[in-house]
């Protein structure tokens, strides 16, 4: 996707800022030279792959790989990132050295952690260092919402990406569960699109519709929060 089509995508979809990441990280460049004012760049893990298959190799491998941590603290000389994301852990994969020093490292440079994780990594995530300032992609996917409200109630510096959890409606009408979370942590929850692959970007438009759709059966005040207000604090910026 070119990247000035990826800029038109957006604001036919009318999001005016986007928290953006990418595989290299020569698409994130690009994309925050253009238009610095709409993106938040994000610093990826992920520095070898040229392809998907070497991707998938590298993304079993990145958190035990020697190379992981001199890369990361290199690049991050640029001052242009705010967090290190999305990056995929999951189980015991977070106890590892590399880890650690990651987590110390994002506390130390005061960058959030964008982890597609699941609820042991995170659980071991906040456990290296409570100070620690999470967004947990997608939910954790797949994670039951009574655990991610759990997790909320124990981690007050974990924010909730909600791309991917179509789960949150339920008919026409908001999930019961959802709901109750939504409204008992207004401020922490934002909504997300993954434009992961080329085939996503042509649907932001109708990925943004379908947020609004549902946002609207929520009080306005938390409704906006969750579509831009909560990121632009988490990210202690403002938006347009």
């Known amino acids: 996707t070119p990247?000035?089509?990826?800029?038109?995508?957006?604001?036919?979809?009318?999001?005016?800022?986007?928290?953006?990441?990418?595989?290299?990280?020569?698409?994130?460049l690009k994309l925050y030279a253009l238009d610095p004012k709409r993106f938040v760049p994000e610093l990826r893990v992920y520095h070898k792959a040229t392809s998907y298959e070497t991707w998938?190799?590298?993304?079993?491998?990145?958190?035990?790989?020697?190379?992981?941590?001199?890369?990361?603290?290199?690049?991050?000389?640029?001052?242009?990132?705010?967090?290190?994301?999305?990056?995929?852990?999951?189980?015991?994969?977070?106890?590892?050295?590399?880890?650690?020093?990651?987590?110390?490292?994002?506390?130390?440079?005061?960058?959030?952690?964008?982890?597609?994780?699941?609820?042991?990594?995170?659980?071991?995530?906040?456990?290296?260092n409570?100070?620690?300032?999470?967004?947990?992609a997608h939910a954790g996917m797949s994670t039951p919402v009574k655990t991610v409200g759990e997790f909320m109630a124990r981690?007050?510096?974990?924010?909730?990406?909600?791309?991917?959890?179509?789960?949150?409606?339920?008919?026409?009408?908001?999930d019961a569960g959802w709901a109750e979370l939504f409204l008992k942590y207004p401020d922490r929850f934002v909504m997300g699109s993954d434009t992961w692959t080329p085939s996503r970007w042509p649907e932001l438009p109708s990925i943004a519709q379908w947020y609004?759709?549902?946002?609207?059966?929520?009080?306005r005040d938390v409704a906006e929060k969750i579509a831009y207000k909560n990121l632009a604090r988490f990210l202690g910026t403002s938006f347009p």
């Open 3 to 28: 990247p000035e089509k990826a800029i038109a995508y957006l604001k036919e979809a009318n999001i005016a800022r986007a928290l953006l990441s990418s595989t290299p990280i020569e698409g994130t």
């Open 56 to 128: 998938l190799v590298e993304r079993a491998n990145w958190w035990r790989a020697d190379d992981t941590m001199p890369f990361l603290e290199n690049e991050l000389k640029r001052g242009i990132y705010t967090g290190i994301g999305e990056f995929h852990l999951f189980g015991a994969e977070a106890e590892s050295d590399v880890i650690k020093r990651l987590v110390n490292l994002s506390v130390e440079k005061k960058l959030h952690l964008h982890a597609h994780s699941d609820a042991q990594a995170i659980e071991t995530l906040m456990s290296h």
């Open 130 to 136: 409570p100070k620690a300032k999470i967004l947990w």
């Open 155 to 174: 981690y007050p510096s974990m924010y909730v990406e909600l791309s991917y959890r179509y789960d949150i409606v339920s008919g026409d009408k908001i």
């Open 212 to 219: 609004r759709g549902w946002l609207s059966n929520l009080p």
